[in-house]
């Protein structure tokens, strides 16, 4: 019988025997090469929804924030309270504009009697022309200090009523941006909320694909859920990113499919329905299987043949069009790469002999 002390040496001995034989007989993967992919007639591509309608609302007077009326996921009516204030200053020049108006009205007063009895004076031949002038001008200057006074007020008055930031139309809240007790200044954000229901799909096309979305003639957009619905318009943006080389899609959704989705979710988008021409020798795509990409969070890469063996690679890359994806950098056509990216990621793993 073997006693518990000799368990602990026999079985590191089998290990050892053991681990050789995992190294002698390394997993073989086998390799293909990255060639152009022919033209296809329909692409799929993520996206991500947006709402048409958003608005980010910032305080128009500084102050400490004294109250936030509303929060994340809250709805809104238009002209609700959002956040209010200190207004213990802008009700201080609301008051200094008050004791304006009255000391203008006072003076405007005295004018009007002052112009009255000159008049009188003039009639009966007592004063002359001249002071007729003076006191007529006096009462011009008079109403007209009566009027800034009065506009002077107003604008206390107005910068006053932005103490009280509202909703600017029927809304649900998407984020705040302060707290209770923050100091808000003239621009900075406070809340920021989105129409809801009003909703699109934007997706960053290839450049290299945009060609094959513009010649579709059907589109269809897979919400979360798996419901697909078609879009009632879709705009292309002029412009194309310097850095990612891609073009901004706008698709509508309907009022109704918009309904209990917000933005920020997920999408697919599916073109189909495009006839377009062969690629030529200048332009023809690079396209890899998708069993041949790895994912590990924000890592996109494949395993490339160098020397005998794989070297990890990352790619950037572009639409999927059925089980194949779309590289727009990080490998060159004709370079090998692994056919299953999980099995070339195996300790000791090498490239198959062809």
Do not use: C
Not at 285 to 312: I, N
Request: charged residues 15%.
């Amino acid at each position: 019988m073997v006693s518990r002390h000799t368990l602990i040496p026999l079985a590191a001995l089998t290990l050892a025997l053991a681990a050789p034989a995992v190294w002698a007989n390394p997993p073989a993967v086998p390799t293909i090469l990255v060639g152009g992919g022919s033209a296809t007639t329909s692409l799929d591509i993520e996206g991500t929804l947006q709402a048409l309608r958003q608005s980010t609302v910032a305080a128009q007077v500084g102050g400490n924030v004294l109250q936030m009326a509303a929060k994340a996921g809250d709805r809104v009516k238009a002209g609700a309270l959002l956040a209010r204030i200190d207004e213990r200053e802008l009700q201080a020049g609301l008051a200094g504009g008050d004791a304006g108006v009255a000391q203008a009205a006072a003076a405007l007063a005295q004018a009007q009697q002052n112009a009255t009895r000159t008049r009188d004076l003039r009639t009966q031949g007592f004063v002359s022309q001249a002071s007729l002038d003076v006191a007529e001008t006096q009462l011009q200057a008079a109403q007209a200090a009566h009027r800034q006074a009065q506009a002077g007020r107003s604008q206390a008055a107005l910068a006053r009523s932005f103490a009280a930031v509202t909703a600017p139309f029927d809304a649900v809240v998407l984020a705040t941006h302060v707290e209770t007790g923050d100091l808000a200044t003239p621009g900075r954000p406070l809340v920021t909320l989105y129409a809801p229901g009003q909703l699109r799909a934007v997706v960053q096309m290839p450049l290299s694909r945009s060609a094959v979305a513009r010649a579709s003639t059907a589109v269809e957009i897979v919400l979360p859920g798996g419901r697909r619905v078609a879009p009632v318009s879709r705009t292309e943006l002029p412009g194309t990113d310097a850095v990612s080389q891609t073009v901004e899609w706008r698709l509508n959704l309907p009022l109704e499919a918009g309904a209990n989705l917000a933005p920020g979710q997920p999408v697919q988008v599916h073109f189909s329905g495009a006839t377009t021409p062969a690629p030529s020798a200048t332009d023809a795509r690079l396209v890899v299987p998708a069993a041949a990409v790895l994912r590990r969070g924000e890592l996109t890469a494949v395993y490339a043949e160098q020397d005998k063996h794989f070297v990890l690679k990352a790619v950037r890359l572009g639409a999927r069009q059925g089980d194949t994806l779309e590289v727009l950098a990080g490998v060159k056509a004709g370079e090998r790469i692994a056919a299953d990216a999980l099995r070339a990621g195996l300790a000791g793993a090498v490239p198959a002999a062809r």
